[in-house]
Every structure is written in structure tokens, then in C-alpha cells.
């Protein structure tokens, strides 16, 4: 009986691989489907890493950093309006989106490099960085090192709480990733044999309504998992999941404006989104009604708004202590 289970178990690993071998990667679009008009645009940082980045609009530099998993293409909802008041940026990070799979550790720390190398390749400067998920806690990460490119910070629905396990709490799909992601030889198994059934159930999982977020996106996002390594990244992300929850104890040494917005309907819970605002100096804190953990998706307009609104209170300050 034992011999027969080894036999069997082998058999759906040399077959997860060959499912894998035979996915086809998606090919690399020259334009994006929502905003044909904004140039693709890659950028290499950190001694050979290319990101894709989108740039659209003018004003002061607001960079916008997406959640696990998905890629700029998060933010379709909101570039438009927010290119109205700022010179908008949006990349994927290394092993999301179109942008390179390194091999490497990709914990909290890795992340926050590439962002840091982003900005410094780009040359930007006063910029407003403004994170979803593990996007918001780069940007609180990112500013708790005092990078003296960034000035404020918008962390929306941070993924800093759970030892990195708030996906567990998506769907019942989620929670088998997030699980089986941390067991040899069965995470890696589980990944290559997966479905789009299981990314539809964490993406729509992530906003109040699931009509919120477009089929055409999530397909998009799950064919991006069939290229080379991309599986082996989103596994490592998660196997260092927790040390989004052990960065947080940086977060006490932010000495520049932070907003901290939350969706009603986040993951988070209550205690562990007062957890952060007891860690951070004279942040403001907000919650959107009916809002998700994709906010971007499910409450487009009260996002920009509330984007918009917290830049010109950080520009009104400003202007009044030079006075």
C-alpha cells in the first residue's frame, strides 16, 4: 500500500512538471489593452533586472506599486484621472507582470530594493509612493529607511499582518495556495498543476464585487503565470510571506507624511490595522466604504479622490512651514 502511494505521488510530480514544461508563455504585449495611448516601457535597475513601467501625465511624481500576484495593469481604473494632477508611474515588480524573474529570495527586503532601484534609475525625486497590499507595505518600508527621493506616502490595505498569510482569507483557494505553498515538494506541485479556476477565486475574492474586476484582466494575470520561473517566484514570495510582518517594525522611524487607507472589506482585521496606526507618527487614517483589498478595482473614484486630497493637504503644509 505504502509503495503504491510513493508510486502514486511521484507519478503527479513528474506529471506537474510536465504540465508546466508545456504551458505556452504569454506573448509580451507592445500596449496596453486599456490605454493603448501610454507607452510600455522597461527600465533596468539593480545590475540587470528590467522592469516594465507605464508613465502617463503631469505634475508632481506619484508612483503607484501593486499587490502579489497581479501588475500594474491593477491600477487601469485610476491612471486616467490621476494623470490629471500628477506625472503617474506604474511597474511591475521583478516575477509580476512582464518584468524580469530573477532567481532569489523575494521576501519584503527584495522588493523593496527594486523599488528603490526604480526610483534611482528614473532619477525621481519628491515622490508620492502609493502601495496596494504588499505594494503599501513597500511604500511604508521605503520611507520608515528615510529614502530622501520620497516625501509621502499612501499605503492602501497593507499586507503587513498574519505572518503574511492574509491571502488564506480570499477564498478557500487562497488558503490552499497560501498553505500547500509552504510544504516541500507538494507547494511546488500544487503550482505547476494549477487552474485558472484557483487565481479567478483569490482576484475576485479581493474586491467586493466580483464584477469589479474585468474577465479579460484576470485571464490576463494567470496566462502571465506560464512564463518561465514565474511559478518558482510566487512560490518564494510566499514561503517569506512573514517578513512583511517583521518589516513593520521599521515602520516607527517615518518621519514623512503618511495616509493609510483601508478598505472596509479588507483581509486585515481590525486589531491588526490598529497595529499600524499605533506604529506610525501622525498618520491619517481612512476607510472606504464597500472597499476591498484590490481598491483600486472596487472603489475607483473614492481612491483618486482621496489620492488627490491628501496631496494638496501635504502641499498646503509644506508651503505653510517654508512660510
Known sequence: MATVALVSVVALVAISFVVEALRRPPKTPDRLEWAQAIPIQYVTVNGGVKLRYIKAGAGPALVLLH?????????????????????????????????????????????????????????????????????????????????????????????????????????????????????????????????FVIIKAVL????????????????????????????????????????????????????IPVSLIWGDKDWSRLDEREHDRCLIPGVQVVTVENGGHFLPLDRPKEMQELIVRFADTRAKRAFSDLR
Open 67 to 195: 499587490t502579489l500576484r497581479t501588475q500594474l495593469d491593477l491600477f487601469e481604473k485610476v491612471v486616467a484621472d490621476l494623470a490629471k494632477s500628477f506625472t503617474v508611474y506604474a511597474l511591475d515588480y521583478p516575477g509580476h507582470g512582464y518584468s524580469d524573474i530573477p532567481n532569489g529570495r523575494y521576501d519584503a527586503h527584495f522588493f523593496v530594493d527594486a523599488v528603490d532601484g526604480f526610483l534611482a534609475a528614473l532619477g525621481l525625486r519628491e515622490v508620492t509612493l502609493c502601495g496596494v497590499s504588499i505594494g503599501g507595505a513597500i511604500s511604508l518600508i521605503i520611507a520608515a529607511r528615510r529614502n530622501p527621493r520620497v516625501v509621502a506616502v499612501i499605503a492602501i490595505n497593507p499586507y503587513d499582518y498574519f505572518k503574511g498569510r492574509g491571502m488564506t482569507r480570499s477564498s478557500f483557494l487562497g488558503w490552499m495556495i497560501t498553505v500547500t505553498s509552504e510544504m516541500p515538494l507538494i507547494g511546488g506541485t500544487v503550482m505547476r498543476l494549477r487552474k
Open 204 to 255: 475576485q475574492g479581493g474586491v467586493v464585487n466580483p464584477e469589479n474586476i474585468r474577465p479579460a484582466l484576470m485571464k490576463e494575470m494567470y496566462f502571465v503565470g506560464n512564463r518561465r520561473g514565474h511559478y518558482r517566484g510566487f512560490i518564494s514570495l510566499l514561503r517569506h510571506a512573514a517578513s512583511w510582518e517583521e518589516a513593520t517594525r521599521e515602520y516607527r522611524n517615518i518621519n
